[in-house]
């Protein structure tokens, strides 16, 4: 199947059964936003780890993300995860070259180890969170241009060098 942009946008899905894209080897954007969906597992995204370059999963019910869900995505500029129920984003360490990260309204409490696996990254939005923590060198990103950190439960920062990394904020 050639197909480059699938939008699956406010149905009812309450789950994807692993490798239902895995024959769709060009699809270059993939939005589901505005479903059900509660879990994404390793298997969830099977076969789209070469061509996608967009993924959209805002407004979902998302508690839970493997952390091998997208394993070798060397593709994957943008991942977008607006208002679902996460809580960590252990799942980034797979993703080698993302560029934009929409995690706005989710539950984020503790913000660390955002480090050189994600040296490409530019645009990162935590805002809406419930973040109240950011360990030292949580931000060891050298070429982030945009950081949202707003709407949070932040009250003092432990140390100057939280954002000593961020040379290219404007």
Do not use: C, P, W
């Not at 252990?90 to 706005?104: A, P, Q, R, T």
Request: glycine share 2%.
């Amino acid at each position: 199947l050639y197909i480059e942009h699938l939008y699956l946008d406010n149905n009812q899905l309450r789950q994807i059964s692993n490798g239902l894209f895995s024959n769709m080897t060009s699809l270059i954007e993939l939005k589901l936003e505005l479903n059900l969906l509660e879990k994404i597992s390793d298997q969830t995204f099977y076969g789209l780890s070469k061509n996608l370059q967009s993924l959209y999963l805002d407004n979902n019910l998302i508690e839970q993300i493997d952390e091998n869900a997208f394993e070798n995505f060397l593709s994957l500029k943008t991942l977008s995860l607006k208002r679902n129920k996460l809580k960590d984003v252990n799942f980034l360490n797979k993703i080698k070259n993302l560029v934009n990260f929409y995690f706005e309204l989710n539950n984020l409490e503790i913000v660390k180890n955002l480090n050189v696996t994600y040296q490409n990254l530019i645009k990162l939005d935590l805002s809406n969170n419930q973040i109240f923590e950011l360990e030292e060198n949580s931000f060891n990103l050298s070429n982030l241009y945009t950081l949202n950190l707003k709407n949070n439960r932040i009250k003092n920062f432990k140390s100057a060098e939280i954002f000593y990394e961020l040379i290219s904020l404007k």
